[in-house]
């Protein structure tokens, strides 16, 4: 029986990870949001938390209101948060969206919980703070992230050998083989169509500009402990090889498998063991085809500034994450091109002042100056 905290339970990993403590009966200590008041009540009388969370401080009278006739606390803001990731429980799920959940990573560590990361821009952005603060607590860092879960999965088994190699797949987006010109006139709605995968609106954006792959190889040299430089990205357009590793005698592992990520979720709830899963078994046969390419960097700058990031280090990760995070609500809110996103990736890494080796307040720092930086270019 588990007693699992989990942020972020109203967004698309918030709501698989409940599908899977619901089929397995696991225990649900907090659960937190934005502040999508009326999924976050339902979730809680169903799964009956002894606390809550909702983000939003406009949102903390309802959500009290709401559950005025059950014994749950209610807090909220990032206090609230970081208390749900602070309390003694088997392990604490983050599936927040943006680096808003640096800080409650570095709590539940700090707490000793064991964390299962759905959260990239966290370690992309928190970087050696995140990863320090977890070897020294002595806890476990657990990837949900489908790719690393993959990668993860490969590296079961491995003893000491370690990878010469990561094989990062992407599956290229909905504008693969686009020219920068054909991007120029993007609407959010075709931004929003993912080929393969069914997932929130800030990460399949990042999927459409590959930005996502960008902060995925930041992620995995955090994860891994590899150079960027042992990193490929392969586009792999079926999404049925979630990524692969390559040993010292040319030995490639990949791990297969339908694009559920009910099935990373869940092994990262109960690691090392595999319960079974309703997500749809693949068939090979079905499949046909596997093809296999390079991504365009030239097109897709995003990406490109993001592996000049992690080569630089430092602050450099968080200041291309958040200008990144600036520019995506901006193109939601339809009040910037889809071009402008890489546009403003890649200024705002030239213009933030680089700290070598940031503090967590340089790392926050680094965030406003970011998102300043977008706002003043696009005149916010
Ligand atoms: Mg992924």
Same mark, same amino acid.
């Given at each position: ?6 942020? !972020?339970?109203? !967004?698309?990993? #918030? ?18 949001? #934005? ?41 909220? #803001? ?7 990731? !602070? ?249 910037? !091109? ?43």
């Amino acid at each position: 029986m588990k007693n699992i905290v989990v942020l !972020g339970s109203t !967004g698309s990993i #918030g709501t698989q990870t409940l599908d899977v403590c619901r089929m397995h009966g696991f225990g649900i200590k907090a659960l937190s949001a #934005g502040r999508n008041t009326g999924l976050l009540e339902k979730q809680a009388r169903e799964f009956q938390p002894e606390y809550v969370c909702i983000f939003s401080e406009d949102a903390y009278s309802d959500m009290k209101q709401r559950l005025s006739d059950t014994n749950i606390k209610v807090l909220c #803001g990032m206090e609230g948060l970081c208390s749900l990731a !602070g309390l003694k429980c088997d392990i604490v799920v983050n599936s927040v969206v943006g680096m808003v959940g640096l800080v409650p990573t570095l709590e539940a560590a700090k707490a000793g919980n064991d964390i299962a990361l759905a959260n990239k821009e966290t370690l992309v952005a928190g970087g050696r703070l995140v990863t320090d603060c977890v070897k020294s607590n002595n806890v476990r860092l657990l990837p949900i992230d489908s790719e690393h879960s993959a990668i993860f999965q490969c590296l079961m088994g491995a003893g000491s050998n370690r990878p010469e190699k990561i094989l990062l797949t992407a599956s290229g987006g909905p504008f693969y083989g686009w020219t920068r010109d054909e991007l120029s006139d993007v609407t959010v709605e075709q931004a929003l169509r993912h080929p393969n995968w069914s997932m929130g609106a800030k990460i399949t954006i990042d999927s459409a500009t590959l930005m996502n792959k960008g902060l995925e190889l930041i992620e995995a040299v955090r994860l891994f402990d590899v150079k960027p430089e042992q990193v490929e990205i392969v586009v792999h357009r079926q999404s049925i090889i979630h990524s692969a590793v390559e040993f010292a005698d040319g030995a490639v592992i990949a791990q297969l498998g339908t694009a559920d990520m009910r099935i990373p979720i869940q092994l990262a709830l109960t690691y090392p063991e595999r319960l079974t899963s309703p997500a749809k078994r693949l068939s090979l046969s079905d499949v046909g085809e596997l093809t296999f390419g390079r991504a365009d960097e030239d097109t897709f700058i995003c990406l490109a500034a993001a592996k000049k990031a992690i080569a630089m280090e430092g602050n450099a990760p968080c200041i291309v994450n958040s200008a990144n995070e600036a520019a995506v609500a901006l193109f939601l809110q339809r009040k910037i !091109g889809f071009n402008d996103i890489g546009e403003a990736v890649c200024g705002a890494l030239g213009s933030v002042k680089f700290i070598p080796e940031p503090t967590l307040q340089d790392i926050l720092d680094t965030r406003t100056a970011a998102e300043e930086y977008v706002a003043q270019r696009f005149g916010g």
